[in-house]
């Protein structure tokens, strides 16, 4: 019999975390024949996820540019894809989330008639500008799948408000539960020099990440000052703050928290590092989407340093809370959880909304179905 070709296409490291899982659980049905193409959107954070993985890519399109723009990622991989579609001629491709190597890849794979299942589908915010261009990139993602693997319920709501088919939605859980299911151990070391450096011994350490096009300039100046107000406060709290490698981002962090001993200033970690760093904070402090669902899973409460999320099923749960860009208010916030154990209680206890380790699985037997390979449907997450 002829096996099922399906192609799942990502490009940055967030995308591979969460693909990851989905690629080995193809790899276990005989039937399909996954072949893996990586566009390269973030060359260096995408390799780290893949060595991690031990995913060898069958395609790598390497598009990344120094400094590249929205245009040229987009034009780049549209030009590179096209050719790459019209050789394989998958039956059907998968892509990941909001970035826009998942939507220009739709947009290939439409160009070419070849079905397309979206995974991590339904996350809005209903800003068209926030966060930019994610929320588009996933908006118009969802106009040409064919196939719509939604996490939660509430993102299952947002695909029916917008007429797309019930049928063709599935709801599945998140497939960064199931990845953290092998990254995080007890025993584990971190494979950072710059990690292993810093004295955790006695400390309640705060992970912080924030990078967002949205924060640059006075939102996250206004993020770094609270954090310098919060370590002024706490004398056994410790801040790592993981800087991304954009400049305007790296500029801010240094010039305002360079100087502060509580405040550990080091590179963008790999996945594994990330994750077990996560499940030795005492809180985190993000404007990422994906910590946002990790942190959960781990029993770590979240602010969330946006004034927005599309990932409201945890602000409802009660694992996360929307701390705004404010100095007072992300101040204020964090201090709730690091005088009041109850309140932190509350927050680490909360039912984490996005999976059970299964999803992957799930969006597997859907499209075996779809495709006529399994008589029943998935049970839904």
Same mark, same amino acid.
């Given at each position: 019999?002829?096996?099922?070709?399906?192609?799942?296409?990502?490009?940055?490291?967030?995308?591979?975390?969460?693909?990851?899982?989905?690629?080995?659980?193809?790899?276990?049905?005989?039937?399909?024949?996954?072949?893996?193409?990586?566009?390269?959107?973030?060359?260096?954070?995408?390799?780290?996820?893949?060595?991690?993985?031990?995913?060898?890519?069958?395609?790598?399109?390497? @598009?990344? =540019?120094?400094?590249?723009?929205?245009?040229? *990622?987009? %034009?780049?991989?549209?030009?590179? +894809?096209?050719?790459? !579609? &019209?050789?394989?001629?998958?039956?059907?491709?998968?892509?990941?989330?909001?970035?826009?190597?998942?939507?220009?890849?739709?947009?290939?794979?439409?160009?070419?008639?070849?079905?397309?299942?979206?995974?991590?589908?339904?996350?809005?915010?209903?800003?068209?500008?926030?966060?930019?261009?994610?929320?588009?990139?996933?908006?118009?993602?969802?106009?040409?799948?064919?196939?719509?693997?939604?996490?939660?319920?509430?993102?299952?709501?947002?695909?029916?408000?917008?007429?797309?088919?019930?049928?063709?939605?599935?709801?599945?859980?998140?497939?960064?539960?199931?990845?953290?299911?092998?990254?995080?151990?007890?025993?584990?070391?971190?494979?950072?020099?710059?990690?292993?450096? @810093?004295? =955790?011994?006695?400390?309640?350490?705060?992970? *912080?990440? %924030?990078?967002?096009?949205?924060? +640059?300039?006075?939102? !996250? &100046?206004?993020?770094?000052?609270?954090?310098?107000?919060?370590?002024?406060?706490?004398?056994?709290?410790?801040?790592?703050?993981?800087?991304?490698?954009?400049?305007?981002?790296?500029?801010?962090?240094?010039?305002?928290?360079?100087?502060?001993?509580?405040?550990?200033?080091?590179?963008?970690?790999?996945?594994?590092?990330?994750?077990?760093?996560?499940?030795?904070?005492?809180?985190?402090?993000?404007?990422?989407?994906?910590?946002?669902?990790?942190?959960?899973?781990?029993?770590?409460?979240?602010?969330?340093?946006?004034?927005?999320?599309?990932?409201?099923?945890?602000?409802?749960?009660?694992?996360?809370?929307?701390?705004?860009?404010?100095?007072?208010?992300?101040?204020?916030?964090?201090?709730?959880?690091?005088?009041?154990?109850?309140?932190?209680?509350?927050?680490?206890?909360?039912?984490?909304?996005?999976?059970?380790?299964?999803?992957?699985?799930?969006?597997?037997?859907?499209?075996?179905?779809?495709?006529?390979?399994?008589?029943?449907?998935?049970?839904?997450?």
């Amino acid at each position: 019999m002829k096996k099922l070709k399906i192609m799942p296409i990502f490009g940055t490291r967030p995308d591979a975390v969460k693909m990851a899982p989905l690629v080995r659980e193809l790899e276990r049905h005989p039937e399909i024949k996954p072949v893996v193409c990586v566009t390269a959107q973030h060359r260096q954070m995408l390799d780290q996820v893949l060595d991690i993985f031990r995913i060898k890519p069958d395609i790598d399109l390497d @598009i990344m =540019l120094q400094k590249q723009t929205l245009e040229q *990622v987009a %034009a780049r991989t549209l030009d590179r +894809l096209s050719d790459v !579609l &019209e050789k394989e001629k998958p039956d059907m491709v998968l892509v990941h989330g909001d970035t826009s190597t998942c939507f220009i890849s739709s947009l290939a794979a439409f160009y070419k008639k070849i079905p397309i299942g979206h995974v991590e589908a339904g996350l809005r915010t209903f800003d068209k500008y926030s966060p930019f261009p994610e929320e588009m990139n996933r908006k118009l993602t969802g106009a040409l799948a064919d196939l719509h693997f939604a996490p939660t319920s509430s993102n299952r709501a947002n695909l029916l408000n917008e007429g797309i088919c019930p049928d063709k939605i599935y709801t599945t859980g998140n497939t960064v539960i199931d990845a953290m299911q092998t990254t995080v151990m007890d025993d584990y070391v971190f494979s950072s020099s710059e990690l292993r450096g @810093i004295p =955790l011994e006695g400390k309640r350490v705060i992970t *912080v990440t %924030a990078h967002r096009r949205e924060n +640059l300039g006075h939102p !996250l &100046e206004q993020i770094c000052h609270a954090i310098n107000d919060i370590t002024d406060r706490y004398d056994d709290v410790c801040v790592i703050y993981a800087v991304h490698l954009n400049p305007a981002v790296r500029e801010t962090a240094f010039r305002l928290l360079g100087s502060n001993p509580e405040v550990h200033l080091i590179d963008p970690l790999d996945v594994q590092d990330m994750h077990n760093l996560m499940a030795r904070s005492y809180i985190i402090m993000t404007d990422s989407g994906g910590l946002q669902e990790e942190a959960p899973a781990l029993g770590k409460p979240v602010l969330v340093l946006r004034k927005e999320t599309e990932r409201p099923e945890a602000v409802e749960a009660g694992t996360v809370r929307l701390a705004g860009i404010e100095r007072e208010n992300i101040t204020a916030l964090a201090s709730q959880l690091l005088d009041d154990q109850t309140e932190y209680d509350k927050m680490a206890r909360a039912v984490n909304p996005y999976g059970d380790g299964r999803a992957s699985e799930r969006i597997v037997h859907a499209i075996l179905y779809e495709f006529g390979m399994r008589n029943d449907k998935p049970a839904e997450f």
